[in-house]
């Protein structure tokens, strides 16, 4: 119900823009957040917002990310840039069934498959 597209291959400084299609349920209503998992690592939160549009990142990306979402499109944004070699790893979008979003990734309800973003020179 969610699928994430956009990642890829970028060199180090470099800029992405990752999306979160819903279907099967409008999730206009609910909290979106973005999550990341590196190999050999947990998941870790990366940003979310809310139905309203009120946002939230992690230290590590604040100032070079931005989440975004088009409830009309049922589709959130994850827009990067300047980015790091620290942040390659398989990007995971997922919906929280409520208007309030939240860090821990076992507060998500709705996840989708990820993709993969490396930053490599």
């Known amino acids: 119900q969610l699928v994430e597209s956009g990642g890829g291959l970028v060199q180090p400084g470099g800029s992405l823009r990752l999306s979160c299609a819903a279907s099967g349920r409008t999730f206009s209503s609910y909290a979106m957040g973005w999550f990341r998992q590196a190999p050999g690592k947990e998941r870790e939160f990366v940003g979310a917002i809310t139905w309203r549009g009120i946002t939230y990142y992690a230290d590590s990306v604040k100032g070079r990310f931005t989440i975004s979402r088009d409830n009309a499109k049922n589709t959130v944004y994850l827009q990067m840039s300047s980015l790091k070699p620290e942040d390659t790893a398989v990007y995971y979008c997922?919906?929280?069934?409520?208007?309030?979003?939240?860090?821990?990734?076992?507060?998500?309800?709705?996840w989708g498959q990820g993709t993969q973003v490396t930053v490599s020179s």
């Open positions: 997922a919906a929280r069934s409520s208007s309030y979003l939240h860090t821990l990734a076992n507060e998500y309800h709705y």
